[in-house]
């Protein structure tokens, strides 16, 4: 990054110490929030949103910057479900599982997904293509059961419906690796 | 900025509004987007562009109208004030129902001059002036699902543009608080308050205007009012909706909580899975400080406010509300010993006043229309409205606002227009997994906060799951166990262990390796639970499981080979 942004001075100066552009945002909630411990819920967020995952550099770097013992950023990031260590597949699918869904068949549908995919709930499958997941409750009971596919809300869901979305979005990786390969 | 600034802008609004002859309302909140309204609107749109005629149209988008299973829904208003409701409008339905709502006008017609694309809009509604389908997508007023209602929260919600605070201001947006500035002292916008009988809506029902003058009695240079809006319930959305869809109204109640308890700055708590929310308080607080709502001098008094977002990171127990100040504080959000309650040591130490969404979303229409006109409505004990979300095996899902002590046949067979197919009512859920479910047989019970606990639920923050005779009651009681499990914090032993030992005795049950006196086992550590746990998470985490095993117990016992 720092080569190519070497002739324009003002980029240049953007370019963080760590050589991880990224690392720019998260310092910029940090000092949002004056380096505060008691912020270190909302600058968790703010890595995870530009990281994509909580990776053991960034629980560091967090923990260095806040002057918060790594054991104490560790049981706070492990305390919430929303926090993710691994890598999250490039598309994912979320099911909802909450009590109107659950009365609506939901089990069937993470049990076809869990199926189709091949991994079991919160795992990413290996070519890092898709991730299954399910959520306590999304609020959509009205159109129960209910399923996140890439941030769209899919209502009144079947295993089957889920499936084809699923399977249509997989064709597509597979068209483009085709042509990546001939390419 | 003065009040009379404010008043300027609302009768600008207002009279925008009236200028119209019709305002077509699109629902836009999760439910109607995921059913397509985001198509139907744009079609809404092309077609009063398209359409010939004289009429002035504007579409508008909103927020929940209720009936989310019929959604996209769409309303259509009168300049008269007259409103008709449409379900299911797709974009095909949605032509139509320009095409025959608008004065059709031949000789506007010849003087529009329309791009290509609005030409075959225009050619699609002539076709669609003579379709017959419309009528059946009209929902009738006197329907007992609009008739049985009674809104107070909700009354704005489906009418207001969230993201505009000029059409807050137009419906009476911020009257409320501006009387409490200028009309009255803290101590009687608490008394205000207890007179009016208004109790927590966050489930456990302590009075508010108690709860406020505690906190206002307090001795403190620093005190902090606090939003719960970690709506955790699952099969609950209504802070979400009301949050999503009215913020305004929300700040306005906690601004009159922090003046009538002395606070100067405050917190909504919501949940990371509710990012429309997040961003909708963080707009209406953003306009809020443009128009000197919030800041120095509110609304040119002395009285000074700024006001926070915090997001929640999907941890249940953040409801409680020790827990949900140790997530603020940036803290594992696990509940801690009470006493001190918040009112003394809350936030940082600090005298604080933690309440729920609605809860604050009833204060404006109270303290606008006096305590003792919200005291009529309701029973002795419970006062006011309660709103539901409506949910499971029934015809008419979505969200409701209701008058306490209506009955729960009243909600499920009237409003929820009965269980569907060929199944039959079995139990109706309420309080999410620290509340439990009531049979057939106690549906005529008044829906109020004594009369749930004494069947062994609780009112909860307004999750209402109907379950038909499909549904196996002793897993049900697992699914909530299940849940109650992954969610214990860990702190404290009955809750963290108890709750693991209540889930193999139900497998044991539910795989038919149970013996009869499993039950009475079940029962006790139920028990033991609910009477040792820390916090209110783990003692009414036992309550699914006692509710099943009080009305239901045949299910179980039929599980048991010995029993049999």
């Given at each position: 990054m720092s080569d190519t942004g070497s002739s324009n001075g003002k980029q240049k100066s953007k370019v963080h110490p760590s050589g991880d552009d990224r690392y720019v945002a998260l310092d910029r909630t940090m000092k949002r929030f004056h380096n505060e411990k008691d912020a270190l819920l909302e600058v968790l967020h703010s890595a995870q949103e530009t990281f994509g995952y909580l990776s053991e550099e960034l629980l560091f770097?967090?923990?260095?910057?806040?002057?918060?013992?790594?054991?104490?950023?560790?049981?706070?990031?492990?305390?919430?479900?929303?926090?993710?260590?691994?890598?999250?597949?490039?598309?994912?699918?979320?099911?909802?599982?909450?009590?109107?869904?659950?009365?609506?068949?939901?089990?069937?549908?993470?049990?076809?997904?869990?199926?189709?995919?091949?991994?079991?709930?919160?795992?990413?499958?290996?070519?890092?293509?898709?991730?299954?997941?399910?959520?306590?409750?999304?609020?959509?009971?009205?159109?129960?059961?209910?399923?996140?596919?890439?941030?769209?809300?899919?209502?009144?869901a079947t295993p089957e419906t889920i499936a084809k979305k699923v399977g249509l979005i997989l064709a597509d990786e597979m068209v483009v690796q085709d042509q990546e390969e001939a390419g | 900025m003065s009040r009379d600034k404010l008043d300027q802008i609302a009768e600008k609004e207002q009279a925008r509004q009236s200028q119209f002859d019709k305002r077509v309302h699109c629902c836009i909140s999760t439910a109607c987007l995921s059913a397509g309204a985001g198509r139907t609107i744009q079609t809404l749109r092309d077609s009063v562009d398209a359409a010939p005629t004289g009429d002035e149209v504007e579409v508008v988008q909103t927020g929940c109208m209720g009936l989310c299973s019929r959604g996209p829904l769409v309303r259509v208003q009168e300049k008269s004030g007259e409103e008709v409701y449409y379900a299911d409008v797709d974009s095909e339905c949605a032509e139509e129902l320009v095409a025959k709502t608008v004065s059709w006008d031949q000789a506007e017609a010849k003087q529009q001059e329309l791009s290509p694309e609005l030409q075959a809009v225009r050619d699609r509604l002539e076709t669609a002036r003579k379709k017959r389908s419309l009528k059946k997508h009209i929902l009738s007023p006197d329907l007992?699902?609009?008739?049985?209602?009674?809104?107070?929260?909700?009354?704005?919600?489906?009418?207001?543009?969230?993201?505009?605070?000029?059409?807050?201001?137009?419906?009476?947006?911020?009257?409320?608080?501006?009387?409490?500035?200028?009309?009255?002292?803290?101590?009687?916008?608490?008394?205000?308050?207890?007179?009016?009988?208004?109790?927590?809506?966050?489930?456990?029902?302590?009075?508010?205007?108690?709860?406020?003058?505690?906190?206002?009695?307090?001795?403190?240079?620093?005190?902090?009012?606090?939003?719960?809006?970690?709506?955790?319930?699952?099969?609950?959305?209504?802070?979400?909706?009301?949050?999503?869809?009215?913020?305004?109204?929300?700040?306005?109640?906690?601004?009159?909580a922090a003046y009538a308890v002395g606070a100067n700055h405050g917190y909504f708590y919501i949940r990371a899975e509710y990012p429309i929310a997040v961003d909708r308080i963080r707009g209406a607080i953003r306009a809020a400080r443009r128009h000197g709502i919030l800041g120095k001098s509110v609304l040119g008094t002395?009285?000074?406010?700024?006001?926070?977002?915090?997001?929640?990171?999907?941890?249940?127990?953040?409801?409680?509300?020790?827990?949900?100040?140790h997530s603020i504080e940036g803290k594992r959000g696990v509940p801690?010993?009470?006493?001190?309650?918040?009112?003394?040591?809350?936030?940082?130490?600090?005298?604080?006043?933690?309440?729920?969404?609605?809860?604050?979303?009833?204060?404006?229409?109270?303290?606008?229309?006096?305590?003792?006109?919200?005291a009529q409505i309701g029973t002795e004990k419970s006062k006011g409205t309660k709103v539901f979300a409506l949910a499971g095996q029934l015809t008419n899902t979505g969200l409701i606002e209701v008058p306490m002590g209506i009955t729960l046949r009243e909600i499920v067979y009237e409003i929820g227009g009965d269980v569907p197919g060929d199944a039959e009512f079995k139990a109706a859920q309420t309080g999410g997994p620290s509340g439990g479910c009531i049979p057939n047989t106690?549906?005529?019970?008044?829906?109020?906060?004594?009369?749930?606990?004494?069947?062994?639920?609780?009112?909860?923050?307004?999750?209402?799951?109907?379950?038909?005779?499909?549904?196996?009651?002793?897993?049900?009681?697992?699914?909530?166990?299940?849940?109650?499990?992954?969610?214990?914090?860990?702190?404290?032993?009955?809750?963290?262990?108890?709750?693991?030992?209540?889930?193999?005795?139900?497998?044991?049950?539910i795989d038919g390796r149970g013996e009869p006196e499993d039950l009475d086992d079940l029962e006790v550590l139920c028990q033991l639970v609910r009477s040792t746990s820390l916090c209110g998470l783990g003692q009414s985490t036992p309550n699914p499981v006692l509710s099943t095993l009080r009305f239901f117990r045949q299910e179980y016992e039929a599980l048991i080979p010995s029993s049999v």
């Open positions: 770097y967090i923990s260095n910057h806040l002057h918060v013992p790594l054991s104490q950023v560790y049981g706070v990031a492990t305390f919430y479900h929303l926090f993710t260590f691994e890598p999250q597949g490039k598309h994912n699918c979320i099911v909802c599982t909450g009590t109107a869904c659950h009365v609506k068949g939901s089990s069937e549908i993470v049990e076809k997904m869990s199926a189709v995919l091949s991994i079991p709930v919160g795992k990413t499958t290996e070519d890092g293509l898709f991730s299954l997941s399910t959520a306590r409750c999304l609020g959509c009971c009205g159109l129960a059961p209910v399923a996140v596919i890439n941030g769209e809300i899919q209502g009144k | 007992p699902f609009f008739t049985k209602q009674f809104k107070v929260v909700l009354r704005d919600v489906g009418y207001v543009d969230p993201e505009k605070l000029e059409d807050y201001l137009a419906h009476g947006g911020y009257e409320a608080l501006h009387k409490v500035l200028t009309e009255m002292s803290p101590e009687q916008v608490c008394d205000e308050m207890l007179r009016s009988g208004l109790r927590g809506r966050g489930g456990a029902g302590f009075p508010t205007g108690l709860k406020w003058g505690f906190v206002r009695r307090e001795e403190s240079d620093v005190k902090y009012v606090v939003v719960n809006g970690d709506e955790g319930d699952p099969g609950a959305y209504m802070d979400r909706t009301v949050m999503e869809d009215n913020p305004h109204q929300v700040l306005e109640g906690m601004m009159i002395d009285f000074s406010y700024n006001a926070d977002v915090r997001i929640g990171a999907g941890a249940f127990v953040c409801g409680e509300e020790t827990a949900l100040m801690r010993m009470r006493p001190p309650y918040p009112s003394t040591s809350g936030l940082w130490g600090k005298p604080t006043v933690i309440n729920n969404v609605e809860t604050l979303a009833s204060v404006p229409a109270i303290i606008k229309n006096g305590a003792d006109w919200y106690h549906m005529d019970t008044p829906v109020d906060y004594e009369s749930l606990q004494e069947l062994g639920s609780i009112m909860g923050s307004g999750g209402l799951v109907i379950i038909d005779s499909t549904t196996s009651m002793p897993e049900f009681a697992r699914f909530f166990m299940d849940f109650c499990v992954d969610e214990s914090c860990g702190k404290c032993v009955p809750c963290r262990v108890g709750t693991v030992q209540i889930r193999t005795l139900l497998d044991k049950i």
